[in-house]
């Protein structure tokens, strides 16, 4: 049988639960037969750049575009016709040709604090040692605790965790989304506070990416949560209005509030010593364009009240 669609996925253990998520909910949208699922609409695994190098953080490497461009460049070719990719790891700016297709419901945004010796973040001990590779998670974590020792941690969830109970840390931080995805939240210590630990943009939603031609196709249009693409669209905004890449602490969240859209972004000194945050509403029934237009105009009041501060390394 030739195939409908073929999914471009990475190959690590959470994107194989990601891509198979979408692969069963694709399916059901086009009525395929559970036994055919895996034939009509295969998962093709590529292995990115990101993945290769597990060393260093992605910033002092080429940044978040290193988890997606090979994807990208096997859609352009035609050897894979959707890819599903962490809306976190996605940058600003899509390639010319392709698009978001569709952002399917979001998982929990939050982030996860995991740690065998403390119940909850505050409970640290002083100088306490913690894992991360993300610059907003390590300002977040000074911006509260200046005392933490912040250490690089890479590595697929199996390894952070490994190194986690080989004691190589007293804790360490995931995204609860890839955590419940991978049906390892019985090892979330404590779920950390969103306005402490405003989440990265996109964190806890999915994209699914075509070329540009196929972006109203049938699938896509089933597969949208107009919720969850509201709240992206705004976070993205400001994320672009931000510069967002690994080289800058940035957060961004935006939820339904009652009839409006609370849209929420912050920038921080990769020391955690600085931090501005604004904060915006809009109503709920905008559409994508007038979101992300509204995070834009919040980066950019957070870019001017931070000035020419050092903020990104």
Known sequence: MTPLLRIGTRRSKLALAQSGMMQRAIGRALGVPENEVETLIPLVEIVTTGDKIQDRRLLEVGGKSLFTKEIEEALLDGRVDLAVHSMKDVPAEQPAGLAIAAIPEREDPRDAFISHKSKTFADLPQGAKVGTASLRRQAQLLSARPDLQIEMLRGNVDTRLRRLNEGDFDAILLACSGLNR????????????????????????????????????????????????????????????????????????????GDDLLVTTEMLSPDGGQRWTRS????????????????????????????????AI
């Open 182 to 257: 991978l049906g390892f939240d019985n090892v979330i210590t404590e779920r950390l506070d969103l306005e402490a630990f405003l989440p990265a943009p996109g964190q806890g939603a999915l994209a699914l990416q075509t070329r540009a031609e196929d972006v109203d196709s049938a699938w896509a249009i089933a597969l949208d949560h107009a919720p969850t693409a509201l709240a992206v669209a705004a976070e993205r905004g400001a994320m672009l209005a931000l510069e967002g890449s690994c080289r800058t602490a940035i957060g961004a969240f935006a939820r339904i509030d």
């Open 280 to 311: 915006g509403r809009i109503k709920a029934t905008a559409n994508r364009d007038e979101a992300r237009a509204l995070g834009l105009s919040l980066g950019e009041a957070v870019k001017a009240a931070a000035g020419d501060q050092k903020i």
